[in-house]
T-cell receptor
Framework: NAGVTQTPKFQVLKTGQSMTLQCAQDMNHEYMSWYRQDPGMGLRLIHYSVGAGITDQGEVPNGYNVSRSTTEDFPLRLLSAAPSQTSVYFC?????????????FGPGTRLTVL | KNEVEQSPQNLTAQEGEFITINCSYSVGISALHWLQQHPGGGIVSLFMLSSGKKKHGRLIATINIQEKHSSLHITASHPRDSAVYICAVRSGGSNYKLTFGKGTLLTVNP
């Protein structure tokens, strides 16, 4: 199993550009989430999904959209990138509740917005 | 919102030393996670516990629900243990959201 995969690993955007961060898991997990990690701060939840077709906002959802059309994929869309979105983004999945059983994290995407 | 505090922020040890990292939280929880993040970024789940103590190899995690405190211990530390250790809690009312501490950077010198 590949586990949780994320693409791209690195990305540089200009202010106002849009892009999609990809996340996929092959463990048939119902629960998936997106976090951002900034220096001096803990991981913060952006959006999460409890199953295909169901998504909800986390702690810092502004400027991001998500969808969950399949169990495997959970893309994160930046509609109009801003320098404040410069961060490292992690996707995670788990079998029972986002905070229940073991969380499996992807390798992360390092995003820089100029 | 639950506040999660970790101490120390940074810890340097010599190989073989016994390491303790602490995590305190402000509101009652239903579960606490310990995670490890190596340089280069990958995050791995070490433990999830809601009471008592768990052990895996040289790692031991304990939690005291009454005192709202958890500790992660590393016995016979090794340079490969160098990483950021992150505590995260699930508050009782929320099955879907974790609150994370800022992490403890551990450096083990040979």
């Amino acid at each position: 199993n590949a586990g949780v995969t994320q693409t791209p690993k690195f990305q540089v955007l200009k202010t106002g550009q849009s892009m999609t961060l990809q996340c996929a898991q092959d463990m048939n997990h119902e629960y998936m989430s997106w976090y951002r990690q900034d220096p001096g701060m803990g991981l913060r939840l952006i959006h999460y999904s409890v199953g295909a077709g169901i998504t909800d906002q986390g702690e810092v959802p502004n400027g991001y959209n998500v969808s969950r059309s399949t169990t495997e994929d959970f893309p994160l869309r930046l509609l109009s990138a801003a320098p404040s979105q410069t961060s490292v983004y992690f996707c995670a999945s788990s079998a029972q509740g986002l905070a229940g059983l073991e969380q499996f994290f992807g390798p992360g995407t390092r995003l820089t917005v100029l | 919102k639950n506040e999660v505090e970790q101490s120390p922020q940074n810890l340097t040890a010599q190989e073989g030393e016994f390491i303790t990292i602490n995590c305190s939280y402000s509101v009652g929880i239903s579960a606490l996670h310990w995670l490890q993040q190596h340089p280069g970024g990958g995050i791995v789940s070490l433990f999830m516990l809601s009471s008592g103590k768990k052990k895996h190899g040289r790692l031991i995690a304990t939690i005291n629900i009454q005192e709202k405190h958890s500790s992660l211990h590393i016995t016979a530390s090794h340079p490969r243990d160098s990483a950021v250790y992150i505590c995260a809690v699930r508050s009782g009312g929320s099955n879907y959201k974790l609150t994370f501490g800022k992490g403890t950077l551990l450096t083990v010198n040979p």
